[in-house]
C-alpha cells in the first residue's frame, strides 16, 4: 500500500461531459503529480502542485485543471471531454526533491481509469 | 533536453532466464534513479534507486548500477520469475525536482 488514494477507481462519462478526479497523497507528503497513461503505456506528466501551489506544468490541455486544497488532497478536473481522454488517470505523492529531497521516490495510487463513450 | 530512453518491449523471456533491461540518460547535474515496476491493474511502485555514481540499488533480485561514465542505469536480475512480468519503468529526479521517466518496458515471462 503506497498511502497514495485515488477515487473513483472507475469513470465512464460521455463526450462533452466534465469528471472531477480526487487524489489523498501519503501522510506528510506536500508535492503531488498527476500523470496520464494511455493504451500505449507511456506515462504523460500533466501538473505538479507543491504544498497547494502549482509548481510544474507538463503537456496538460487546457480543458483540464487541477487544484490542490489546504488539507493536501488535490483534484484534476476534466471538461469537454472527447475519445481521446480515454485513460488511466495516476496521482502520485513526494516530498518535495529539492534541498535534499531528490533521492525520494514517488508514490503513485493505483489510478482512475476514465472511459469517454 | 533531458531525457530517459529505455528498451522497447516488449521483452519475452523464459522463466528463470537472464534479465536486462537498458536505461540510459542524459541530464544537467547529478540526478537520482529510479526503476518503478508496474503490475497489471495498479500502479507504479518503486523497485531500486541509486543517488549517486557507482551506487547500486537492488531489490527482490533486481539490481542497478548508477554509472556516470557511461549515463546508465541498467536493470538486471539473474533468474527471472513468471511474476516478474510487468511494465518496469526508468526514471530520474534532478535537484531541481524535475522528474523524467522513460517510455516503460513490457516484460513477459513465460513459464
Known amino acids: 500500500d503506497s498511502g497514495v488514494t485515488q477515487t473513483p477507481k472507475h469513470l465512464i462519462t460521455a463526450t462533452g461531459q466534465r469528471v472531477t478526479l480526487r487524489c489523498s497523497p501519503r501522510?506528510?507528503?506536500?508535492?503531488v503529480y498527476w500523470y496520464q497513461q494511455s493504451l500505449d503505456q507511456g506515462l504523460q506528466f500533466l501538473i505538479q502542485?507543491?504544498?497547494?501551489?502549482?509548481?510544474a506544468k507538463g503537456n496538460i490541455l487546457e480543458r483540464f485543471s487541477a487544484q490542490q486544497f489546504p488539507d493536501l488532497h488535490s483534484e484534476l478536473n476534466l471538461s469537454s471531454l472527447e475519445l481521446g481522454d480515454s485513460a488511466l488517470y495516476f496521482c502520485?505523492?513526494?516530498?518535495?526533491?529539492?534541498?535534499?529531497?531528490?533521492?525520494?521516490?514517488?508514490?503513485f495510487g493505483n489510478g482512475t481509469r476514465l472511459t469517454v463513450t | 533536453g533531458d531525457s530517459v530512453t529505455q528498451m522497447e518491449g516488449p521483452v519475452t523471456l523464459s522463466e528463470e532466464a537472464f534479465l536486462t533491461i537498458n536505461c540510459t540518460y542524459t541530464a544537467t547535474g547529478y540526478p537520482s534513479l529510479f526503476w518503478y515496476v508496474q503490475y497489471p491493474g495498479e500502479g507504479l511502485q518503486l523497485l531500486l534507486k541509486?543517488?549517486?555514481?557507482?551506487d547500486k540499488g537492488s531489490n527482490k533480485g533486481f539490481e542497478a548500477t548508477y554509472r556516470k561514465e557511461t549515463t546508465s542505469f541498467h536493470l538486471e536480475k539473474g533468474s527471472v520469475q513468471v511474476s516478474d512480468s510487468a511494465v518496469y519503468f526508468c526514471a530520474l529526479r534532478r535537484r531541481d525536482d524535475k522528474i523524467i521517466f522513460g517510455k516503460g518496458t513490457r516484460l513477459h515471462i513465460l513459464p
Open positions: 502542485y507543491y504544498n497547494g501551489e502549482e509548481r
Open positions: 541509486a543517488t549517486k555514481a557507482d
Open positions: 502520485a505523492s513526494s516530498v518535495w526533491g529539492g534541498t535534499g529531497g531528490t533521492n525520494s521516490p514517488l508514490h
Open positions: 501522510s506528510g507528503d506536500l508535492s
